[in-house]
């Protein structure tokens, strides 16, 4: 394929991404194969000679659409959102052209440059404290990460090597493995999955805060915790809080929390993978109330703020924390200017060595919306969020099982658990929505999440229209 070829198959290609998207709801949401179906769809082994264009583009609807779930249509209310916007898949075909692997600032300056000034923009619209933003002068930073999953990651390991090296300081005399044998981190019993997994491969004690009936850990609680575990010789070193848990959007009370954790010398990670997006709103920044406590917080853009996965924005405090527990410095990487103190090389501040240009995305977004439809675009959706949870409290058949704050409703029938996971098939297997469960206080509880950007009221309604019908099939059923 040549540049005169490209120009005509990418135009096409726009052509066939903007349709999907504007038909995607004539879609069915979630596919109807079993697993295994792609392989015999396709050889065994890649082609020996070159195949052309046109055979390829046919395929996508043979072999790929028939498996894809549709996160982007109107229809899809399952898990959390994943951001979308024609601003941001454009950025991300200029991304791929350029096609730098920016690991220092040397190796391309514009990928490493625009990263920080997106991080401090972003800061900005979160109004996060002035040590979280690097500016010109500043300690602290943000960077871009894959994942959520990662940022944790990230922070438990650079608390683990900062605990390490200052117990070395005043005991010389005590080993590493040690050390890290009586460390323990905690999350609340909400957390992710992820954050328990950082533990596991960071190799220390991670421990569960039990949180309180509206789902959230409290000062109280963790301070429990710890006095027990220092008794045993534990050596409490991270927390992570979780602002806009997976389950059921709860948020851990970092006012309380923060200081604790201050007090005890503890590394305070704040989690707002979903949640952080909504604290641009000024009506939602109380919830944020508390990150002046911590050394680390992180959402994910490419949830909720029309940024196209991936793009995890993570901010610390003191960037030379983070720097210190993964700085490699071989002949091949350094250059001239990396100790000047006027740039920073990100390779020091993540797992991979490579990164793609993703602060692009951020800067076709932030420009072509503006702050004002950011805020709009987050607030559409906790109204329909809201409309949502209406038609819920208005069904005496239900019940809604936690506090409606952004864009999330968990409800559930009133009756058994078998009840609602049979009502969760149905709907599942219907296919016409798609959603998926949680559990909370030991109830089975489905979840509706307003993902999609393109997601009006009628769809909503609709949505219900199909939930409510189902659930009347299904009472009908039981014996009176």
């Known amino acids: 394929m040549d540049a005169a070829e490209f120009r005509r198959r990418g135009k096409e290609m726009v052509d066939y991404v903007a349709d999907y998207l504007e038909n995607i709801e004539k879609r069915q949401v979630y596919p109807d194969v079993e697993p295994g179906y792609l392989r015999s769809l396709i050889p065994e082994e890649a082609p020996e000679e070159a195949e052309n264009y046109e055979d390829v583009v046919k395929d996508i609807e043979r072999v790929i659409m028939p498996g894809v779930t549709h996160w982007h249509s109107p229809y899809f209310y399952a898990y959390f959102p994943t951001a979308h916007s024609f601003p941001a898949m454009l950025a991300d075909m200029l991304c791929g052209a350029i096609g730098c692997i920016g690991f220092s600032w040397a190796a391309s300056p514009a990928c490493t440059e625009l990263e920080t000034v997106m991080l401090d923009w972003l800061g900005k619209m979160l109004k996060l404290p002035q040590d979280f933003l690097a500016g010109t002068e500043g300690k602290g930073g943000g960077v871009i990460q894959g994942t959520a999953s990662e940022a944790t990651l990230i922070a438990l390991l650079a608390a683990r090597s900062k605990i390490v090296k200052l117990i070395q300081a005043d005991h010389p005399e005590k080993s590493e493995t040690d050390i890290t044998s009586k460390l323990v981190a905690y999350s609340s019993d909400q957390a992710h999955s992820s954050v328990e997994r950082a ?18 850990v409290r000062g109280d609680a963790l301070r429990k915790v710890l006095e027990e575990d220092r008794a045993t010789g534990l050596i409490p070193f991270f927390f992570c809080a979780t602002l806009g848990t997976t389950p059921s959007c709860a948020f851990d009370c970092i006012t309380e929390l923060g200081p604790i954790c201050n007090a005890e010398k503890i590394w305070m990670h704040i989690d707002a993978a979903y949640a952080g997006s909504a604290f641009i709103c000024p009506e939602f920044r109380p919830l944020l109330n508390g990150i002046e406590f911590a050394d680390s917080f992180n959402f994910n853009p490419h949830k909720w703020l029309l940024v196209n996965f991936d793009c995890s924005a993570m901010w610390v405090k003191k960037r030379s924390d983070i720097i210190g527990a993964f700085k490699m410095d071989p002949l091949y990487l350094k250059h001239d200017h990396q100790e000047s103190g006027l740039v920073t090389d990100y390779r020091h501040w993540q797992i991979p060595l490579g990164r793609r240009f993703r602060s692009l995305k951020m800067w076709f977004v932030f420009r072509m919306y503006g702050l004002k439809g950011l805020q709009a675009y987050i607030r559409k959706h906790v109204g329909l969020a809201k409309e949502f949870e209406s038609l819920v409290r208005a069904d005496q058949r239900f019940e809604i099982s936690a506090d ?36 909370l206080a030991g109830k089975f509880v489905l979840r509706f999440a307003v993902c999609a950007r393109t997601t009006e ?24």
Do not use: Y
């Not at 409510?468 to 059923?477: C, I």
């Open 199 to 216: 533990g596991l491969i960071g190799g220390v004690k991670m421990k569960k805060i039990p949180s309180d009936n509206k789902f959230s």
């Open 404 to 439: 409606v704050v952004l864009g999330l409703v968990c409800f559930r029938l009133k009756g058994s658990n078998e009840l609602n996971e049979t009502l969760l098939k149905r709907i599942n297997s219907a296919r016409k929505i798609h959603l998926v469960p949680c559990q």
């Open 457 to 480: 009221s009628r769809h909503v309604q609709e949505a219900w229209c199909h939930i409510s019908h189902l659930a009347s099939e299904l009472l009908q059923e039981l014996p009176h």
